[in-house]
């Protein structure tokens, strides 16, 4: 193996060509949207997504709430909502497979795709957000950016093992190019932005 | 020998209506492209960026390889090195038998469509579930994917319905996409959940933090990935980029040239295993350095794998993907095949008409239509076309590089076609397979010029 590694980084070598300079990306010259959180709505709707527009935390507190009332298997990961459903990192893909719902927060919107940067401890463990059957995601409204270069300015991808942007539910047109919402993962996103 | 791209074609294009939905089918994403790239005032911009990222990434890749592996390991991710196919198999295999392992789930990855990892794991005893829906569909089938985001463009429902029907008991006759994929959906989530090992591709690779991108819209690599306890990504050494903004201009680019998206339902960046998780990258060579040398064709090693070029391809859109013959089809499979294996893969190149689309819309600005060009001339010097094809080059070349031999044949050719059709209008001549003949002129244009100037 340490064989065939120096065998590919030397014929590496002795093929690429000269050096050439790394181009300077200019956000300046990007798109730019006069209401993020507008142009972030539109795009999401477009494409599969929900997106609700909150004053304060209220009314999503009281969501919980009452659903945790209620039989099905909810997650709530925000501490803005109440009691962090417990011990969910140790919970294994059986387990999680009946999960309805889960409530995660976002880090930022990007209004240009719709996308919500996710990191993985806000969703207590990798697989909550793909295997649920409907997903919320939580972000402020002055977290909505425009583009993905911002967005990549404002997260570090490396700051935890795993990080990912999530836009609308997940989709496959892989029979006859037909668009059927839910895949693999969630059927539903919701996207509650708080002002 | 093995069938070649005109044969293959000629079989898909015996079904007219169907040649005509593939067409269409095809030409409607790549007219949702349209749509998305013209929603950006920066889209040149932005191609131009990744391009020039991409080349500066190939000019100095022995470095970026080296740090990339230095930080994956730091992150806790076991790397390997494959110098071709069989070594990336052996390797994977390798894990996979340690592990003592039989349920394994692989979502897309063209690398190991490339390697032919599944065939050769079965040869082992091991099965290997394809998650991605339309690969499912194909491996059902027991066919490889005919497009490398759309796996199973080139069929119908009905015929996915037929092939549900018979390995996953769905109902006979329900076409209806959203009930064939409800029964996928179903029967996947089973394969996540028992699954021990996941396979998955790489769409990026950061240089700079040891991590890698994976895009899906359905969300299987993740569920693979995040279900087993072992992660084997592998890739291409091409995929690795200098550094997390990078990202940037490059999701940017990849879902709206694929499918119109403005980005993938997921982009999932991995950067270390999950705790008593185990993460594998495999880094796989198999001629990409070759490629690199060959200063012609070693920008073919920028492709982000969108498939642009084959939406918007004439003969791509026509012939459908099986008639490529190979795991990558399509305008930027024809330059990266006859790289693997030269004689097999001869007649790609020629399947194109030069109209040069694929380069337009190319998101890293890979000279695709040039390089098919170059290829045929590499091609054609190696002697790896038909006696008959470089006869008649031969025969063409003579004639046109004799002004006046030229204008006798012009003459005889007019006269010939009027009196007797048939002597060039037959089986032998396959230019007029699928052609009606034209109506011959009465004369040539310079005969029409010289006898106008004056006027």
Redesign the interface.
Known sequence: MTASRNKILNSIKEHQPDLTELPVIDIGKVIGYADTFEQFRNVLESIGGKVVSLPDWDALQQLVNEEKQQENFIINAVPELGEITPEVHNLTAVQLEKLEKIYVKGTLGVAENGAVWVYESHLLNRLTAFICQHLVLIINKKDIVGTLHQAYEKIEVNKEGFGLFIADPSKTADIEQSLVIGAHGSRSTTVYVIE | MNPKHADLAEQFIADGSRTNWHDD?LW??REKRDKAAHG???WE?LR??AS??K??T?????NY??QFEEHAKA?GIIV????DGD?HNQ?VHGIIKRHNIRKIVKSKSMLTEECHLNEYLSHQGIEVVD????ER?VQFRKEPPSHIV????H???KQ?SETFHEHLNTEKGNND??Y???AA?QH??DK??ESDLAITGVNFA?AE???FVVCT????A??GA??ANVHIASMG?EKII?K??????F??LLARSA?G??????????????PNQEMHIV?V?NGR??Q??R?DF?NSLKCIRCAACFNTCPVYRRSGGHSYHTAVAGPIGSILNPNLDMKANADLPFASTLCGSCTNVCPVKIDIHEQLWKWRQVIVSEGLVSTGKKAGMKGMAFVFSNPKLYRLAGRMARWTMKIFPFIVSNKLNVWYNQREMPEVPKQSFREWYLENKKK
């Not at chain 2, 759309?150 to 463009?153: E, K, S, T, V």
């Not at chain 2, 819209?217 to 299987?220: D, I, K, L, P, S």
């Not at chain 2, 998206?261 to 999950?274: G, V």
């Open positions: 089918t409607f994403v950006l005032p920066e911009q131009e960026w020039q990222i080349n500066h190939l000019s100095n890749l022995s390889l080296e992150n390997h090195w494959a110098a070594e390797i998650t991605d829906l339309g569909i759309l796996p199973a463009i069929l119908t429902k996915v996409p959203q064939l994929t409800e959906r996947l989530r996540f959940i950061i933090t040891g991590g819209n359905e969300g299987n993740d569920m995040h279900t050494f200098p997390a903004e990078h990202l940037s201009v999701l940017r499918t998206q403005p980005i993938t339902t997921y982009s999932s960046h991995f950067h270390k295993p999950r880094i060579d350095s070759r690199l040398g200063a070693r």
